[in-house]
């Protein structure tokens, strides 16, 4: 079993910049994919971003190319990275992690969100 908790979430102005920083625990020995999604208000939740912790294999979903990154440390903590940041990024990022995945099927598993460990999300909001 994975745990994993968002952090850094809070009120950032347009075109700033915000870490978000996921932590996995637990059953991390074996290779696992860590997955960002977020949700606006009043939308569906939708992928951002994904990484294999074991080869650096990376997801990011096309429209938000360019501004956003995801990255890992050796320490389990998975990052994402937005920069020149939008009103239309107010939303709450969480992270999930799925335990097995690989670089073949990262880009599947996110677009269809089958991640079986989510974390409680942390909420994001541009101020104009």
């Known amino acids: 079993q994975v745990h994993v908790m968002e952090s850094g979430g809070g009120s950032v102005q347009a075109g700033g910049s915000l870490r978000l920083s996921c932590s996995a625990s637990?059953?991390?020995?074996?290779?696992?994919?860590i997955a960002w999604f977020r949700q606006l208000p009043g939308s569906e939740r939708e992928a951002v971003a994904g990484?294999?912790?074991?080869?650096?294999?990376r997801y990011l979903h096309t429209p938000l190319q360019g501004r956003f990154t995801i990255s890992h440390d050796n320490a389990n903590n998975v990052y994402l990275d937005i920069k020149n940041l939008r009103p239309e990024d107010n939303a709450t990022y969480s992270c999930?992690?799925?335990?097995?995945?690989?670089?073949?099927?990262?880009?599947?598993?996110?677009?269809?969100?089958?991640?079986?460990?989510w974390g409680q999300g942390t909420r994001s909001t541009v101020v104009p």
């Open positions: 999930a992690a799925e335990p097995g995945c690989s670089a073949l099927n990262l880009g599947p598993k996110i677009v269809r969100q089958e991640f079986t460990y």
């Open positions: 637990g059953d991390t020995s074996s290779a696992y994919c």
């Open positions: 990484i294999v912790t074991s080869g650096g294999a």
